[in-house]
């Protein structure tokens, strides 16, 4: 027997629980029982005082006392237990005493000491009795009657049904405790299999799925449950899977770069100065952009686990938005593109992280910047509709193929890669500013066609709050890794300003 399985316990409890219920009915069946024949003898005890009554109602007046004690032996021996019967009058004077309750020397109480009839249970020579006492008044004269029975057959009756409870009442529970255990038991052997079967799922088998038994109750449930969560470990095990083989690929490429650019330079000692500033230059763009890719991981990493937090408060959003333009026009302008910004002459108050909105943007004025030939323009709008704040960033770029649009958003994805490293981009800027726009309670989306351009915008942003709310003037600065990583320029280093 498996202890602290569910079955046991179950059992314990039905065999707890019928116990006391049988314990209960045991009792109440037996006192019901003894109440039932004590009752009914009580009855024909009154029954034959009443035939006593009767009887010297209509004798008494016309017979003797000597007659009237020969009736009455007459009919006490014909009457079922008729022989336990004694009559007396008000000075205690025998009108009749049957033989063995003279011989038990029976005791009776005067008419007068008895103010209502009584029941009593005595024990004469082993013979359990129960009597019954009246006081009766006939011709005007007071006497007390009283009737017996012998509760011999009645108490063995009692008896047998006592014992008779007390030996049926532990073969019923046994029986019944040990039809609880079979019948749980064989409810919960398929939990049984279920918990077996998930524990040979690891994460090297996350494929494997539980047979689900079609039998529609909560077993096929908690198996269906148990088979959609193991769908979704099976989903985030081979995103984090991917995550990492992408992440390693893209920090390998500009790590082997660094060296070798070092190595090719420690080669040939008395280079022209010229040729050693080059590979500097080399390595710092590299590092740069390395530096800036772990700063991306580390985000997205901290963005799943939760850790990292927008700190949300009221500003206007044409700040937030200014913020933006003043660096990504630079980026713009250094790759020979025209740049305009529409903002409303109105504030736009809104709840926003003020920082991290204006990397999301600047991530898209970059890309704008990155994916639009020479000559192309880049168009950045801010404006206020249905109680949200809505901002689009527009190129005459590449743009973008409809198949390639469902994954832009992805990490790591990029529609034409070789253009995108050359351009210093890992697939990463896209999924940041959807997490921030997320986080924001918008969503980001795209327009574009090919060979025209695209257009970045967001559907919800925030809501504006009531006017009267009090925003920052200006972004608050802040630190973290949203405010350190920004979008690099090709040939913008650190040795650039
Ligand atoms: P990346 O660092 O490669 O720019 P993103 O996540 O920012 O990564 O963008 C993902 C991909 O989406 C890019 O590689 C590019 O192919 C495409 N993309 C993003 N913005 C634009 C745009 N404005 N025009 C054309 N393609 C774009």
Known sequence: MKKRSIGFRLSGWYFLVFACGLGLFSVAAWFAMR???????????????????????????SLSVAEIRDEFREHSVLGPGGDLFQVCDQRGQWLYRSVPLE?????????????????????????????????????????????????????EALGRFRWMLLLAAPVLLIAASAGGYWLSSRALAPVDEISQAAQRISIENLTDRLHVPQTGDELQRLTETLNAMLSRLEAAVSRMKQFTA??????????????????????????????YLEALQEILEESERTSQLVDSLM???????????????????????RGAVEQGEKLVRNRDLSFSADLPPAAIPIRADAEALRRALLILIDNAAKYTPQGGSVTVRLAARNGCAVASVADTGFGIAKEDAAHIFDRFWRADKARSR?????????????????????SIEVESEIGKGSVFFNRRWTSIRPFEARWSKSPRPRRGLISRARPICPGQTSLDK
């Open 35 to 61: 109440a039932s024949v004590y009752h009914a003898i009580d009855d024909e005890l009154r029954d034959r005082v009443r035939g006593v009554v009767k009887f010297m109602e209509q004798q008494i007046s």
């Open 103 to 155: 011989n038990g020397n029976v005791p009776i109480a005067l008419p007068d000491s008895l103010r209502a009839p009584r029941f009593q249970d005595l024990q004469i020579d082993r013979h359990k009795l129960r009597f019954y006492s009246e006081r009766i008044g006939v011709n005007g004269h007071p006497y007390t009657v009283q009737v017996g029975a012998l509760m011999n057959e009645a108490n």
């Open 246 to 275: 992408d992440a390693s690929h893209e920090l390998r490429a500009p790590v082997s770069l660094i060296r070798t650019t070092a190595e090719v330079a420690a080669q040939k000692k008395d280079r022209p100065a010229e040729e």
């Open 299 to 321: 985000l997205l990493a901290r963005a799943d686990s939760g850790k990292e937090m927008l700190e949300c408060e009221p500003v206007d959003a044409r700040v937030v938005m």
């Open 422 to 442: 050359e351009q210093g981009g890992a697939g990463l800027g896209l999924s940041i500013a959807k997490w921030i726009v997320q986080m924001h309670g918008g």
